[in-house]
């Protein structure tokens, strides 16, 4: 079994709040890692930018897996990989594509059921286990609803169908649950005491902070695409800066130093 996996499994379990700070490519993961990240995230979106494609199930498996193979190639904690929905409506195709991942090191995967009914997700989650059971590795699989984030559900029934759900993945084996978009503490507490599986929640501009979470139940939350964002804003204000007057503006006091990145590669210490 995969020394990653296992690792990453019992950061599940306490007593802190696993942070991930989401990753869009290798050079974001090694610096993510560099900061004292326990493990990494990727962002479906964020990567699928990065390698120019609009997010939403339109980047190939196979790019999307030769990207993962890059980043883990230079991480020493634990990589979860964003697979959206596995690329794929068959589920023997999206395990064997996860079986890549696996060989590759990779320690989890986050798959998430869209607008797709719950029964094709779960037949997902059943391949994925049985292919890794006979390949004698392991693999956390954080299953993801978008109840909330699609409005699936009226209001006042969501975590209803939450729990409706994460019932039927927990069934196929699914290891966590994702809910992107749940923010109210009553509803994310439910969620948590009642799914059966360790909860993680996503930054949301109305999502309780980090210390409230955890006491909530929550064991895993994630930046999401939150970070590649805020760098896509700040890439366009200096490019624009620059593209107009030929000065890239105040922002680029802030960049980091040409050595200082160099270091985070070379592994030598940094600030």
């Known amino acids: ?19 991930l700070a989401n990753a869009w490519d290798a050079g974001s993961a090694r610096l993510i890692e560099s900061l004292g990240a326990s493990a990494v995230a990727t962002t479906s979106a964020g990567l699928a930018w990065s390698l120019g494609y609009a997010d939403g199930h339109n980047m190939p498996a196979s790019a999307a897996i030769a990207a993962t193979q890059n980043i883990v190639r230079g991480l020493r904690v634990p990589l979860t990989v964003d697979m959206e929905n596995g690329y794929s409506d068959n589920p023997a195709a999206v395990a064997a594509y996860i079986m890549l991942l696996t060989d590759s090191g990779v320690a989890g995967i986050n798959i998430e059921d869209g607008g797709d009914a719950p029964d094709l997700l779960a037949r997902k989650v059943e391949a994925i286990k049985k292919a890794a059971v006979t390949d004698g590795v392991d693999i956390f699989v954080n299953v993801r609803t978008d109840v909330y984030l699609r409005g699936l559900a009226p209001e006042g029934k969501r975590v209803q169908e939450v729990l409706a759900r994460a019932q039927t993945y927990r069934s196929a084996g699914a290891d966590g649950l994702f809910v992107p978009g749940i923010c109210l503490p009553d509803e994310i507490r439910q969620v948590a005491a009642g799914a059966g599986l360790p909860l993680n929640v996503m930054d949301w501009p109305s999502v309780p902070a980090a210390d409230e979470l955890a006491a909530l139940g929550v064991r895993r939350f994630s930046a999401g695409s939150g970070i590649a964002q805020a760098l896509w804003g700040a890439a366009r204000e200096m490019a624009q800066s620059f593209l107009d007057s030929g000065n890239s503006g105040p922002l680029a006091q802030k960049a980091m130093s040409y050595a200082d990145i160099q270091n985070r590669f070379l592994g030598r210490p940094t600030k």
């Open 1 to 19: 079994m995969s020394h990653a996996a296992t690792a990453f499994r019992q950061l599940h379990q306490g007593p802190q709040l696993l942070r």
